[in-house]
């Protein structure tokens, strides 16, 4: 019932910046939730961000400062906008959301987007 698309992935040097975005569609009612995760080569996947239909913000310890997570919630579309990238942020990232499909929220949804690889390199 829901798709999400992912774009905006690529190589960038030390230091450069790239924006991510993630949209949504199918038949829902509402979105509530919308995070990003990654996981490098090697490691464990991590929540990176994760902002509320209200535009409450959370980040890891990690990224805060140089990671911005946004939303339109109009064209339910997620973004992430990545400053100050260091070779420790390549990864591949993932949009996740959680939503509704009725309007009494008796019937919800997870959803995940495929993934969009983030190369950090000189």
């Known amino acids: 019932q829901v798709q999400l698309v992912e774009s905006g992935g690529g190589l960038v040097q030390p230091g450069g910046s790239l924006r991510l975005s993630c949209a949504a569609s199918g038949i829902f009612f509402s979105i509530n939730v919308m995070d990003w995760y990654r996981r490098a080569p090697g490691k464990e996947r991590e ?40 070779s420790e942020d390549t990864a591949v990232y993932y949009c996740h959301v959680e939503g509704t499909f009725d309007s009494a929220a008796r019937r919800f949804f997870s959803s995940w987007g495929q993934g969009t690889q983030v190369t950090v390199s000189s």
Do not use: C, E, H
């Open 47 to 86: 929540l990176v961000a994760r902002i509320t239909k209200g535009g409450s913000t959370n980040y890891a310890d990690s990224v805060k400062g140089r990671f911005t997570i946004s939303r339109d919630n109009a064209k339910n579309t997620l973004y992430l906008q990545m400053n100050s990238l260091k």
